[in-house]
């Protein structure tokens, strides 16, 4: 049962925040089903982007620069904007979907100064050759991405899924993958699927003026399954594997029990995960990250930390824990004394909910704020900015004239 005060709300804020992201384009070369984006103005100029940049480097304090899309890897400019990135001494760190990485634009990346990518693979993706086949069976498609990115080496890689009513069971299976590849990987994400309905609502832009909600990509006319939410996918996390907990948090911004972002570091080899970082161990990691480079702390450059973590002990229960059961495994198995230790962050994302009032409980100091228009907008949102001039409020259709705003 997850406890608020036993992890560590995560110190970030609109202004000091380790995550800039910024959209390249908003073309893609697949289709997810739960994406936000939709196709309406093509690729940004290399100038546009590199003003962006400049943006978020003055006003947002970031340490890794989250390069979005639409689909990153096709814009035509994208190695000489890692390299515009890398030069402000901060981390580029691409979310692609994968498809149009080759060995070639990998080794362009890297020299140009890539950190890492985060890989979004899932089953709802309509990717061609793909569409059959479960998470399970998508771990083939991780692995070759994995093998690919390790063969480069000295790449940071995290593996994003969408969490749909229908995948949650599959978590399991995609955590286990992780575990086996923990040399090659250092991070997943789950990130839980919603959608707002035109079925029961309407929605009304900034002037009280009703929309046409149907224009957006994350609107569905109906939907009656239950929406997963992150406590959920933390539960069958941590019956699947005990040693698996949290460390640090974002709330939500309207509701106190949200847990809109979740985040879990756990520590292994490749032969055994013996145990997570506790609150204490998150608290040190961004307040001595912020004390030395004067940012706060997204993502690790290498996920190889070695038996230092250990020393944390001293003040964390959590990983004094996982200290113990690394004991008693190098008693069983006195070989594996010689193990690297990595860790490996699992983070579990809960998209916006819309309230019985037609608000949206979002992300508290959300980690994934983008530039529109001169200005900060979470990017789940911006197609509202781009389509309707702002965010939209929902009302329940029988509730018109009683809405609060957004
Ligand atoms: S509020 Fe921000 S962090 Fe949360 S889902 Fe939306 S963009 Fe991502």
């Known amino acids: 049962m997850l406890e608020k005060r036993n992890y560590y709300r995560l110190p970030w804020s609109m202004n000091d925040n380790p995550i800039a992201w910024l959209e390249v384009t908003d073309i893609c070369n697949i289709h997810c089903e739960g ?4 196709y309406m103005t093509g690729h940004k100029s290399l100038e546009e982007l590199k003003e962006e940049v400049l943006f978020f480097m003055k006003w947002r304090n970031p340490d890794n620069f989250s390069i979005a899309g639409g689909e990153p890897l096709i814009h035509p400019q994208i190695v000489d904007l890692v390299a515009f990135i890398a030069q402000q001494g901060v981390k580029p760190v691409i979310l692609s979907n994968g498809v149009a990485l080759t060995p070639e634009l990998l080794h362009e990346l890297k020299k140009a100064g890539l950190a890492g990518f985060t890989m979004h693979v899932d089953s709802h993706q309509n990717r061609p050759h793909w569409n059959d086949k479960n998470e399970k069976e998508h771990n083939q498609l991780r692995q070759e991405i994995a093998d690919m990115v390790a063969a480069e080496g000295g790449l940071y890689l995290v593996f994003n899924s969408t969490v749909y009513p229908d995948t949650y069971h599959e978590i399991p299976d995609i955590v286990r ?17 919603r959608t707002a309905t035109t079925e029961d609502n309407i929605a009304t832009d900034v002037n009280d003026q009703e929309v046409d909600m149907s224009k957006l990509s994350y609107t569905r006319e109906s939907f009656h399954e239950h929406f997963v939410t992150a406590p959920e996918v933390y539960q069958i996390i941590k019956d699947n594997f005990p040693e698996y ?9 309207i509701r106190h029990d949200s847990y809109k972002w979740l985040i879990g570091v756990m520590v292994g080899s490749k032969n055994n995960i013996y145990g997570s970082i506790g609150k204490k161990t998150m608290e040190f990691a961004q307040i001595g990250h912020h004390l030395q480079k004067g940012r706060y702390l997204a993502y690790m450059t290498s996920g190889k930390i070695g038996r230092k973590i250990f020393w944390m002990s001293h003040w964390d229960d959590t990983i004094r824990q996982a200290r113990r059961n690394r004991r008693k495994d190098v008693v069983r198995h006195p070989a594996r004394l010689f193990d690297d230790i990595f860790i490996q962050s699992v983070g579990i994302i809960q998209a916006p909910d819309i309230m019985p009032d037609g608000r949206a409980d979002m992300c508290d100091s959300c ?6 228009d001169g200005k900060f907008v979470n990017s789940c ?3 509202e900015y781009r389509l309707f001039g702002g965010f939209v409020s929902m009302v329940e259709k029988d509730k018109v004239g009683t809405k609060s705003e957004s």
Request: glycine letters at 12%; hydrophobic letters at 35%; charged letters at 20%.
């Open 381 to 383: 949102r911006m197609d």
């Open 367 to 372: 980690p994934d704020i983008t530039i529109y």
């Open 177 to 193: 993958w992780g575990h086996a590849n923990i040399e090659k990987v250092q991070g997943l994400v789950f990130i839980t699927y």
């Open 245 to 253: 907990d949290a460390a640090g948090y974002l709330g939500g911004s």
């Open 35 to 38: 994406c936000y984006r939709q």
